[in-house]
């Protein structure tokens, strides 16, 4: 999957903070990142989207990499791509 970070930063912005914490709680999860980890990740929505914001590319085309085709599929819905 083609990654555009522009075209996924613009609906980043647009999600509210519920919806993106699901999305990288799950990204974290299918790539084994324990609980906790994950827990830690999301409790910072605005240090969470400055992340996201300074990742590459390839970084994120990474990320997804790790998912299995189903959860894959199922954020790829849930970001409308």
């Known amino acids: 999957m083609e990654i555009d970070k522009r075209q996924i930063m613009k609906k980043i912005e647009k999600m509210s903070d519920e919806d ?3 999305i990288v709680s799950e990204i974290a999860k299918g790539a084994g990142v324990s ?3 994950v827990e830690q990740t999301v409790s910072d929505i605005s ?3 400055r992340g996201l914001g300074n990742m590459s590319d ?3 085309q990474k990320a997804l ?3 299995d085709g189903e959860s894959a599929e ?4 849930q970001m409308n791509m």
């Open 20 to 22: 993106l914490k699901s």
């Open 58 to 60: 390839r970084d994120l």
């Open 74 to 77: 199922k954020i790829k819905r």
């Open 35 to 37: 609980e906790r980890r």
């Open 47 to 49: 240090k969470l989207r």
């Open 65 to 67: 990499s790790m998912l």
